[in-house]
């Protein structure tokens, strides 16, 4: 495993001047206000075959997911959330076309909002839409987390992981400007590191390709990664679409 991150931020102010200064930041859940037992929690509750399906096309194959969007608004430094009515996924991580994803709604149970808010506020203040969408993309991977460097043509992303059993999923990011259009990368990665259960990465989405490399199972036993990839949505994502 390499480590070319630098330091875990502590505090807001850390994270804010490190996404101007280098448009990303490395965090964890006990930084940004998240409940002890979050992961636990969160794991138990929404990664179950009830929740998590596999969708014909997906890519990789044997991946796990669900998903929710949350409509917010700032006003001055208080935030409201209500669940959106639309979900799609449009032309994103390579692959062509809408997609809807299985759909749990999160803002019904205190700690999934807990960490709606916890992330929003990881934006810098001078960067916040007052109205947006936040979507929240739930994954279990068990061998290929992705497939090539790649955008998911929003503004923010934020990864954070919840469990993993085995190695490899080695998180990195590229130059946008150093990946060509097959996705094969000229230059090396500005970042790459295996993300920690409870470990938060949050970069600029147009700055940077992403991306993870595959799982490796434990001896004798089978990988498996949780994570979760939210994206600070575009206004032309949902709000204004078509504009």
């Given at each position: 495993?390499?480590d ?8 807001h102010s ?13 965090t ?8 002890p037992k979050?992961?636990e929690?969160?794991v ?11 969708d ?11 998903r ?7 006003y001055?430094?208080e935030?409201t ?7 799609t996924i ?6 062509p076309?809408?997609?809807?994803h ?5 803002l ?25 969408t936040?979507?929240?993309n ?16 929003e503004e ?5 992981v ?16 150093d ?8 230059a090396?990665p500005v ?11 949050i970069?600029?989405?147009r700055?940077f390709?992403h ?7 434990p ?18 994502t ?6």
């Open positions: 495993m390499s070319d991150s630098g330091p875990m931020l502590h505090g850390e994270i804010w001047a490190a996404l101007v200064r280098d448009g990303h930041a490395l964890d859940d006990k930084e940004v206000g998240l409940a979050f992961r929690n969160f138990g509750t929404y990664f179950t075959d009830r929740v998590l399906r596999r014909p096309g997906d890519w990789p194959v044997d991946r796990q997911r669900a929710d969007v949350v409509r917010y608004q700032w001055g430094d935030l959330l209500r669940e959106h009515e639309e979900i449009t032309n994103r991580a390579g692959i076309g809408r997609r809807d299985a759909r749990v709604k999160l019904s149970d205190p700690q999934a909002e807990e960490l709606v808010r916890a992330f929003l506020s990881l934006v810098p203040p001078g960067r916040r839409l007052n109205d947006g936040f979507g929240i739930l994954f279990r991977t068990f061998t290929d987390v992705v497939t090539t460097p790649h955008s998911d043509y923010f992303v934020i990864l954070y919840l469990d993993r059993v085995g190695q490899g999923a080695e998180s990195y990011l590229y130059r946008a400007s990946v060509a259009s097959n996705g094969q990368p000229s090396g970042f790459t590191q295996q993300l920690d259960p409870g470990q938060i990465l970069f600029e989405d700055l390709k991306g993870a490399t595959p799982l490796e199972p001896h004798g036993g089978k990988a498996k990664r949780d994570a979760l990839v939210c994206t600070i949505d575009y206004e032309s949902y709000l204004h679409r078509g504009q």
